[in-house]
């Protein structure tokens, strides 16, 4: 056996099936995925129906299962690739990296919108729950407020800064710009800690303060300031940094 001959045998026992056709029928992504549900499909097999082709050499499903590896910690991480890493993988144009961004960030807003008839705004487990994937994966801390009408329903959310949450750096005047705009008779502060540990900052307690105290001459109440970790979430409001309003009376 001559070196082409030997090198062509070794890429068909690391790759064997170098098309998605060259698969047992009952074992394509497509095929499979029709006969027993999309339930019973790998997340390599879920992602090569996205994907539909690969590369020469490379059948989608291979592709599909090198982006995972890639990742570094399977679809979680995919979440954390920009379009231009994806574009570092070979087989991976403009075009599939966009698809597979795309499909992250429609899984983020299914996972949002299962929640939004049912969350409660008065409820710090019902916020945290609602806005968890939305700011636990991000790299960068991000302030993010809520504004509530007058029967506690939201209004919209707005990010206010992105980068760091530091008191000397926000101003309540942002934030309340954007609630008196809204039309808000109460708002929620909500902030990500890329570290995944949710436990308050020296920071983040002064900036409570000052916008509890610039809300009160408002009337605009701050319901709670939440902090985000990694499946994990503080209510600076249950944890005691500030008391309710009518033990603040003589």
């Known amino acids: 056996?001559?070196?082409?001959?030997?090198?062509?045998?070794?890429?068909e026992t690391q790759h064997p099936y170098t098309t998605i056709k060259s698969i047992p029928e009952e074992e394509r992504p497509?095929?499979?995925?029709?006969?027993?549900?999309?339930?019973?499909?790998?997340?390599?097999?879920?992602?090569?129906?996205?994907?539909?082709?690969?590369?020469?050499?490379?059948?989608?499903?291979e592709l599909?299962?090198?982006?995972?590896?890639k990742s570094?910690?399977?679809?979680?991480?995919?979440?954390?690739?920009?379009?231009?890493d994806l574009q570092k993988i070979h087989g991976l144009g403009k075009v599939k990296a966009l698809q597979i961004k795309c499909i992250a960030?429609?899984?983020?807003?299914?996972?949002?919108?299962?929640?939004?008839?049912?969350?409660?705004?008065?409820?710090?487990?019902?916020?945290?729950?609602?806005?968890?994937?939305?700011?636990?994966?991000?790299?960068?801390?991000?302030?993010?407020?809520?504004?509530?009408n007058s029967k506690g329903k939201l209004i919209r959310d707005e990010v206010i800064s992105k980068g760091?949450?530091?008191?000397?750096?926000?101003s309540p005047r942002e934030i309340f710009i954007e609630a008196v705009r809204h039309q808000a008779v109460s708002i929620l502060l909500l902030h990500n800690h890329p570290s995944g540990i949710p436990d308050p900052?020296?920071?983040?307690?002064?900036?409570?303060?000052?916008?509890?105290?610039?809300?009160?001459?408002?009337?605009?109440?701050?319901?709670?300031?939440?902090i985000i970790g990694d499946r994990q979430a503080v209510s600076m409001r249950e944890q005691g940094f500030w008391l309710e309003p009518s033990k603040n009376k003589g």
């Open 64 to 69: 599909s299962r090198e982006v995972l590896a």
């Open 72 to 84: 570094g910690t399977g679809l979680l991480g995919i979440y954390h690739m920009s379009i231009s």
């Open 164 to 170: 760091t949450v530091r008191a000397s750096l926000i």
């Open 1 to 11: 056996m001559n070196t082409t001959e030997t090198s062509k045998k070794q890429t």
């Open 201 to 226: 900052s020296r920071d983040d307690v002064l900036l409570t303060e000052r916008v509890r105290a610039a809300g009160a001459m408002l009337g605009i109440e701050l319901l709670d300031h939440i």
């Open 105 to 148: 960030e429609l899984s983020r807003r299914i996972a949002r919108a299962r929640f939004s008839e049912t969350v409660s705004f008065h409820d710090p487990a019902s916020v945290s729950s609602y806005y968890m994937e939305t700011l636990r994966h991000e790299e960068q801390e991000v302030l993010l407020l809520v504004m509530l």
């Open 30 to 61: 497509y095929e499979k995925g029709i006969a027993r549900g999309t339930s019973a499909l790998s997340d390599a097999e879920l992602l090569a129906v996205i994907l539909r082709t690969g590369s020469r050499g490379q059948s989608a499903l």
